[in-house]
């Protein structure tokens, strides 16, 4: 039996990985846009985007050059001391986005801490919570990430089991109920956190006005509303962030993935003054938070998604992507869902062989929560690679 270079490489992931992921078997080797190919010379059009951390595409070529640019110069300082590349990335986050300041980080889970600690410390110095007290409120379906106290507010069992003990000062309530986030709300309620849409919950999206009248309800209990935009923001569901089409101005927000185009991992939570401005030298901090090299991919990778009309096109080809897959005719879809560029298909059975049919053709998408198969392509997609992809997904669905 002749083994597969893909083989011999999954073998040496299984063998010497901890085992905390199942990935879809291939094993990609190059990316270029929309498009990777795997050790083997195969060809597939990505429909993951890295869960939308490659808005721009895979290898983008502005980023690319600006990184090497300054890998040539200079990659880590530390914030002891200053560099020349965070202030202009922070200066062109703020003119993007429309708030005054931002904290940079590296993972999504490392910015929604730094949301939480920002809004607890918000709690007890601004809104005048008694020590100790402040509670967030959070969703059930939720994903914010996987550290110890964001697993705390998990409603996903296998999350939290067996490492706990776990972060109080949680609260989770059923997402989209505006009665039951009403009911939750306390005088030590600092802020709620929210995803506009779940994306890793299956692409669940809330009620038409929940997000309008839960950020009503903040307002009206001096609460603040944190928006964790890390997979919806940055252009994906074709607005600047999914908040925008409720037309509510978060508090904060939580971004990361696609704020560096996949080249690095920077990710932030931005907020204005009268927040973020709260903290302290020492409050917080990251030995790469903020470096050189991930602050000039960050501004570049903005760069491309504003001057490349990614946001528009997410908008423009998500419509046309959406609409031909709602004419799918088949027996097993029961709902196409989403906004933009991220779209989910619930489907009336496992969705993972359907992801096993699809890459066969050459889509790669991957199934989220058991029957939900995502469909999010890097922003940089065409109309004709939309069809290409839909010949293949016909074939299998139909
Ligand atoms: C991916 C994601 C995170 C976590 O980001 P990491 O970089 O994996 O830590 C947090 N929130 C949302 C909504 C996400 O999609």
New binding site residues.
């Given amino acids: 039996m002749v083994i597969s270079k893909s083989d011999q490489y999954i073998e040496l992931e299984q063998t010497y990985a901890a085992r905390t992921y199942k990935p879809l078997d291939v094993v990609i080797e190059t990316g270029d846009g929309v498009w990777v190919t795997d050790v083997d010379g195969n060809r597939y059009l990505d429909c993951l985007s890295a869960?939308?951390?490659v808005n721009q595409g895979h290898c983008n070529p502005r980023i690319k050059a600006a990184m090497i640019e300054q890998l040539n110069k200079v990659t880590l300082t530390s914030r002891a001391f200053r560099n020349n590349q965070l202030g202009p990335f922070l200066k062109t986050l703020s003119e993007v986005t429309g708030y005054d300041m931002a904290i940079p980080m590296?993972?999504?889970?490392?910015?929604?801490e730094a949301a939480i600690k920002a809004a607890r410390k918000w709690g007890y110095l601004v809104k005048g919570i008694p020590d100790n007290q402040a509670e967030i409120i959070t969703f059930s379906g939720?994903?914010?990430?996987?550290?110890t106290t964001?697993i705390s507010f998990s409603s996903e069992e296998q999350y939290k089991e067996n490492f706990g003990p776990l972060t109080p000062g949680f609260k989770i309530v059923e997402y989209g109920n505006l009665d039951a986030l009403k009911q939750a709300i306390t005088p030590n309620t600092a802020a709620i956190l929210i995803?506009p849409i779940?994306?890793?919950g299956g692409v669940v999206m809330p009620p038409t006005n929940f997000l309008k009248d839960a950020f009503d309800v903040c307002q009206e209990n001096n609460v603040l509303f944190i928006a964790?935009?890390?997979?919806?923001g940055l252009g994906r569901t074709g607005k600047l962030f999914a908040t925008d089409h409720a037309g509510i101005r978060p508090d904060i927000i939580?971004i990361?993935?696609a704020l560096s185009g996949g080249f690095y991992?920077v990710?932030a939570a931005i907020a204005d003054e009268e927040i973020l401005g709260l903290f302290n030298p020492g409050d917080h901090g990251s030995t790469f938070g903020g470096n050189p090299l991930g602050a000039v991919v960050a501004k570049t990778a903005l760069e491309v998604l504003v001057d490349e009309n990614l946001i528009e096109r997410a908008d423009e080809m998500g419509e046309y992507f959406m609409g031909r897959l709602r004419r799918l005719e088949s027996d097993v879809v029961q709902e196409v869902r989403g906004k933009g560029l991220l779209i989910g298909m619930e489907l009336s059975v496992p969705a993972r062989p359907y992801a096993y049919e699809l890459k066969a053709l050459g889509v790669l998408a991957k199934e989220t929560h058991e029957n939900v198969i995502r469909f999010a392509p890097p922003l940089v997609i065409s109309k004709e690679e939309i069809d290409w992809a839909m010949e293949r997904i016909e074939q299998v669905f139909e």
Avoid: L, M
């Fill in positions: 869960y939308s951390a590296n993972s999504g889970a490392e910015a929604v939720n994903f914010h990430g996987r550290t964001v995803e779940q994306g890793e964790d935009e890390i997979q919806t939580t990361g993935k991992p990710s």
